[in-house]
T-cell receptor
Framework: AQSVTQLGSHVSVSEGALVLLRCNYS??????LFWYVQYPNQGLQLLLK??????LVKGINGFEAEFKKSETSFHLTKPSAHMSDAAEYFC???????????????FGTGTQLKVEL | EPEVTQTPSHQVTQMGQEVILRCVPI?????FYWYRQILGQKVEFLVS????????KSEIFDDQFSVERPDGSNFTLKIRSTKLEDSAMYFC?????????????FGPGTRLTVT
C-alpha cells in the first residue's frame, strides 16, 4: 500500500523568500512521485515528477524537488516565492508497476501556500 | 495545448437522483481515471479504465458507481442514486499509453452538490 504525508496544511512566506513544502511517502515498491499545483477553480497541473532518472528534479515555474530514499521524502522547494505561486500543492505517489492501466495516484492532503508582500 | 475537459462545472441534484458526469480526455490518451475531493479532504482515487474495462477501483467505487466510454471521445461517471456524502469535486484524468511514469492530465473538475 502507498501513502503520502504532507506536513503543514498551510504555509505562509514572504515574496522573495524560500518556499519549502514537505512530502513524505510510503510505498512497498519503488515509487514514482509527483507534485501537482491547483489554482482556484482549476484542475490539477503537474509541477514535476520523479521517475528515477535523477534525484533532483526540476519543474515548471522555478520549482524543484529532491528525492531522498533514506528519508522517504520528496520535498518541494523554490528559491524565491512570487505572488503568483499562491495555490494549493499536492504531493502524489504512484507505484512503479505497469498494471495494465492502473497506476493510480495516491495524494497527500495538500498544502495551501500563501505569499505575502 | 490539448486539455481534459469536464461538464458540467457544477451539478446540483437531490438525494436519490442519478447523475452523469462527463469528461473528454486528451485524444491520444488511452488510460482514464476518476478521482474525487470532498471539501477539505484529500484527492481520492475512484477508478481507472483501460481498453474498455475497469482496471482498478477503490473501496469508494461501489455498485452505485459506473463508468463508460460510450464513444471515441467521452468518458462518463454515473452515480445511480446519489447520497449526501457524494457531494464533492470530481476530477477526470487521462494519460498516454506506455510507461507508468507518464503524467496524468487532470480536467478542471465537476462540483457535485447533493441536497
Amino acid at each position: 500500500a502507498q501513502s503520502v504525508t504532507q506536513l503543514g496544511s498551510h504555509v505562509s512566506v514572504s515574496e522573495g523568500a524560500l518556499v519549502l513544502l514537505r512530502c513524505n511517502y510510503s510505498s512497498s515498491v519503488p515509487p514514482y512521485l509527483f507534485w501537482y499545483v491547483q489554482y482556484p477553480n482549476q484542475g490539477l497541473q503537474l509541477l514535476l515528477k520523479y521517475t528515477s532518472a535523477a534525484t533532483l528534479v526540476k519543474g515548471i515555474n522555478g520549482f524543484e524537488a529532491e528525492f531522498k530514499k533514506s528519508e522517504t521524502s520528496f520535498h518541494l522547494t523554490k528559491p524565491s516565492a512570487h505572488m503568483s505561486d499562491a495555490a494549493e500543492y499536492f504531493c502524489a505517489v504512484s507505484e512503479r508497476v505497469l498494471t495494465g492501466g492502473g497506476n493510480k495516484l495516491t495524494f497527500g492532503t495538500g498544502t495551501q501556500l500563501k505569499v505575502e508582500l | 495545448e490539448p486539455e481534459v475537459t469536464q461538464t458540467p462545472s457544477h451539478q446540483v441534484t437531490q438525494m436519490g437522483q442519478e447523475v452523469i458526469l462527463r469528461c473528454v480526455p486528451i485524444s491520444n490518451h488511452l488510460y482514464f481515471y476518476w478521482y474525487r475531493q470532498i471539501l477539505g479532504q484529500k484527492v481520492e482515487f475512484l477508478v481507472s479504465f483501460y481498453n474498455n474495462e475497469i482496471s482498478e477501483k477503490s473501496e469508494i467505487f461501489d455498485d452505485q458507481f459506473s463508468v463508460e466510454r460510450p464513444d471515441g471521445s467521452n468518458f462518463t461517471l454515473k452515480i445511480r442514486s446519489t447520497k449526501l456524502e457524494d457531494s464533492a469535486m470530481y476530477f477526470c484524468a487521462s494519460r498516454l499509453p506506455g510507461a507508468a511514469s507518464y503524467e496524468q492530465y487532470f480536467g478542471p473538475g465537476t462540483r457535485l452538490t447533493v441536497t
